[in-house]
Nanobody, 125 residues
Framework: QVQVVESGGGLVQAGASLRLSCAAS????????MAWFRQAPGKEREFVAG????????YYADSVKGRFTISRDNAKNTVYLQMNSLKPEDTAVYYC??????????????????WGQGTQVTVSS
């Protein structure tokens, strides 16, 4: 069983930055695919960013490319989402996901096994 805990959400103005953190435990961290998803009120959960075991492979939704950066620190069992130039449309609950499969479709929420409780990000205009 893998435990996933997010932190770092908050209320910011448009154009500001936030960094989300996600700590995972219960499994060798270097064997975990990690990703961030978000869900706005009345909308489906959507992929934001993902990172492979060694952090050499990263994936982003088109809506956040160039503004968000995902990274991982395998020594700290933590993955980060640096969010710059935030927009009101980035407002959502952000969820961290983890999975220990050999391969995973990062862009779909369906295959991910382990989820955090979510952290709220609110961007005011």
């Amino acid at each position: 069983q893998v435990q996933v805990v997010e932190s770092g959400g908050g209320l910011v103005q448009a154009g500001a930055s936030l960094r989300l953190s996600c700590a995972a435990s219960g499994r060798t961290f270097t064997r975990l695919h990690m990703a961030w998803f978000r869900q706005a009120p009345g909308k489906e959960r959507e992929f934001v960013a993902g990172v492979g075991w060694t952090a050499t492979a990263t994936y982003y939704a088109d809506s956040v490319k160039g503004r968000f950066t995902i990274s991982r620190d395998n020594a700290k069992n933590t993955v980060y989402l640096q969010m710059n130039s935030l927009k009101p449309e980035d407002t959502a609950v952000y969820y961290c996901a983890a999975d220990d499969a050999n391969w995973i479709n990062y862009f779909s929420s369906v295959p991910w096994t382990y989820w955090g409780q979510g952290t709220q990000v609110t961007v005011s205009s």
